[in-house]
């Protein structure tokens, strides 16, 4: 059963004011991953002052979910979806002179997760008002610390969310500023990578920088194999997969006439196919362990796998377009580019069929220009109302199929 669109749309004009206020008082009270305090408590309590059943808080530290159960008959067994924001804000000092500006010094909604909680508040404001509308049950889960991985989807998870009752489908949704207000961006299959990180510890032999001969350098060790690295995806990783590693620090040493002891690289791995994240966490510690021993250094990895890829059901990932396409226009539906960033909605997609998709925020008329994690980052509030329409079509379909 599917609400006409043009009485949902109304609906939405309706709560927009109450919305912006929300996504306004976040953005005016900041907090970091896993010091949502403050939010977790204004988004429980606004579920609650809503009526959603089954409150539960402090999942994850500051985790909350709800119920929002449809009352229509249904002649079968009826499904859950989960629909996920995340609450957290970014260690960045705000610059934009607005009057809803952050007031906690050094810490800023620079990602639109402040959009993101509002546009739930609303969508749980609809789908209770419609209830009457679908048979099957939503659940709403608000979770930390996105930003900080290993993130709050994954302990949350642990926690038992995707249980009692048990999820059959996840839906997310994150504003986009490399998109204009008005699309709406939905990628069928893997669209945001898989972020490891490796450290890689590089033990020698110090000595006097004029006599190599008495020592084991690990700086020389070290550069090779750092260039050994960059053939994993040059000639080892199937060219059709894409793949990155980057040694992003280098350290060792101290003086221009002495060979230090030791050496350490940092890098980061992004992958979207989890057979290729494999292979090359198996290639790094292979090539270093290999080159380091061929020239009389030890070496060892320190492997710490990030969040997986982003990996969209492709009938969920319909749905969200049909949905999507009703809400903007067909037109106005775009294919995105995969990007190497990453995302921990991927636990959840591990998990179980869904989408995550990006609804465009920027308006150059409106001086709405700076990208995510930008001082200046600040979106345009139209947007919610296409986040929110989108997400209550794509759930009401979702539970009517
Ligand atoms: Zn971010
Ligand atoms: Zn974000």
Not at 251 to 261: L, M
Request: aromatic letters at 6%; proline letters at 6%; one cysteine or more.
């Amino acid at each position: 059963m599917v609400v006409a669109g043009t009485r949902l749309r109304n609906d939405i004009d309706e709560i927009m004011p109450g919305v912006i206020a929300d996504r306004r008082h976040i953005h005016e009270h900041p907090e970091l991953g896993f010091q949502e305090v403050e939010t977790s408590r204004f988004v429980a309590e606004r579920l609650q002052a809503l009526g959603v059943e089954d409150i539960r808080t402090g999942i994850a530290k500051t985790g909350v979910t709800g119920l929002i159960r449809g009352t229509a008959p249904s002649n079968g067994p009826t499904k859950t979806v989960l629909l996920r924001a995340d609450m957290d804000a970014l260690p960045i000092r705000e610059e934009n002179e607005v009057d809803y500006r952050s007031v906690a010094d050094g810490v800023m909604h620079a990602c639109g997760h402040d959009g993101h909680t509002a546009m739930l508040l609303g969508v749980s404001r609809l789908l209770l008002d419609q209830r009457d509308r679908f048979a099957g049950t939503v659940k709403v889960l608000f979770q930390p610390a996105e930003e900080l991985p290993p993130g709050g989807a994954k302990p949350m998870i642990e926690a038992g969310v995707l249980e009692d009752p048990k999820v059959d489908a996840a839906f997310g949704m994150h504003l986009a500023q490399e998109q204009p207000l008005g699309v709406i961006g939905v990628r069928a299959g893997a669209t945001m990578a898989a972020a490891d990180r490796f450290i890689v510890h590089i033990k020698g032999k110090g000595g006097h920088g004029a006599r190599p001969q008495s020592t084991v350098d690990p700086i020389v060790v070290g550069a090779q194999i750092v260039v050994a690295l960059q053939t994993i995806v040059g000639r080892e990783v199937d060219p059709t997969k894409a793949a990155v590693v980057t040694v992003g620090a280098f350290q060792g040493g101290e003086a221009f006439n002495v060979i230090p002891d030791t050496a350490e690289l940092r890098g980061t791995v992004r992958t979207f196919d989890p057979e290729v994240r494999q292979q090359i966490a198996e290639r790094i510690q292979a090539l270093v362990t290999g080159i380091a021993t061929s020239m009389r250094a030890e070496a060892t990895v320190e492997y710490r796998y990030g969040y997986p890829a982003t990996v969209n059901d492709p009938e969920m990932a319909e749905l969200v377009r049909a949905a999507a396409a009703e809400v903007v226009g067909p037109d106005r539906v775009i294919e995105p580019p995969q990007t190497m960033g990453a995302e921990d909605m991927s636990y959840f997609l591990e998990k179980v069929p869904g989408c995550y998709y990006i609804v465009g925020s920027r308006n150059p008329d409106k001086g709405l220009v700076w990208g995510h994690h930008h001082p200046r980052f600040d979106f345009d509030e139209e947007a919610l109302a296409n986040g929110i329409e989108t997400l209550v079509t794509t759930t009401l379909r979702y539970l009517a199929d």
